[in-house]
């Protein structure tokens, strides 16, 4: 299970939620499952849950506010813009596709379904939210990186280009030939602004000269995946990526 992470399921028949709720469990990538009867008890849970919200599966036809209202509302909202919502709805194939097309949904399912749909589609529209969650920053700091894991190897000092919940973009020196081996693995020591020292195990995914540098200020950009994280350091690293705007990469 994931944690901080939730679906929010949205259908005035309590056997429904049930029922929806139940499917989704069965995707190792949900985390926890809100339900609500109506479109204004979905708001009110909103408001009071803390985390990151994966995926709205919703009826179409409830009492209180539209849907239409609802998915407007949420969307106006930073933290939650552009959450998929997945529709569930009695009308015909046609008009729920047209449907689906006004309000944005990401998909849509006739009732009665095949649970293997929903699930098929709460899946796709999972994965693509904890890809954007990613999210990109843009630290001023700087990372001391050890591609050899050897003491006859020099560590050297990188700039962060991005990084994420996931992985790094470093920009580096060119080491002088003959400095050492590059291994799959290299070992990372990233410093927060205030000293905090967070060391974490890296997959090199990809090296490459940086086109913005030439001569004799050539530089690299490497690319590195988390490996291995244990619980306290992607905790820290989740405290880490907070003290900084996604957008602007300034520190709050």
């Known amino acids: 299970m994931n944690n901080n992470r939730f679906a929010l399921v949205i259908d005035d028949s309590i056997s429904m939620r049930q029922y929806v709720t139940s499917i989704l469990r069965q995707d190792g990538q949900v985390g926890e499952i809100l339900a609500a009867e109506n479109p204004d008890s979905a708001l009110r849970l909103l408001q009071q849950h803390e985390g990151s919200l994966q995926v709205i599966i919703s009826d179409w036809n409830m009492p209180g506010m539209p849907l239409s ?81 050897s003491n006859a190897q020099q560590v050297f000092s990188a700039d962060i280009v991005t990084m994420s919940d996931t992985g790094i973009l470093l920009r580096a020196p060119v080491p002088p030939c003959g400095v050492g081996q590059v291994y799959d693995i290299a070992s990372l020591i990233l410093r927060s602004v205030e000293d905090e020292e967070l060391r974490v195990h890296a997959q090199i995914l990809r090296i490459e000269a940086d086109s913005e540098y030439h001569g004799a200020d050539k530089r690299l950009l490497m690319a590195f995946q988390y490996e291995n994280m244990d619980n306290d350091i992607r905790r820290s690293m989740q405290r880490y990526q907070k003290m900084y705007d996604p957008e602007q990469g300034k520190e709050h």
Do not use: N, W, Y
């Open 69 to 149: 209202e609802f998915i407007e509302t949420i969307q106006a909202q930073p933290h939650l813009a552009g959450v998929p919502v997945l529709l569930l709805t009695a009308e015909s194939e046609l008009k729920a596709r047209a449907v689906a097309e006004t309000v944005g949904a990401a998909g849509v399912l006739t009732k009665p379904f095949d649970p293997e749909q929903l699930l098929v589609l709460a899946t796709a529209a999972i994965g693509t939210v904890d890809r954007r969650g990613s999210r990109r920053i843009t630290p001023f700091i700087r990372c001391e990186v050890d591609l050899g894991f």
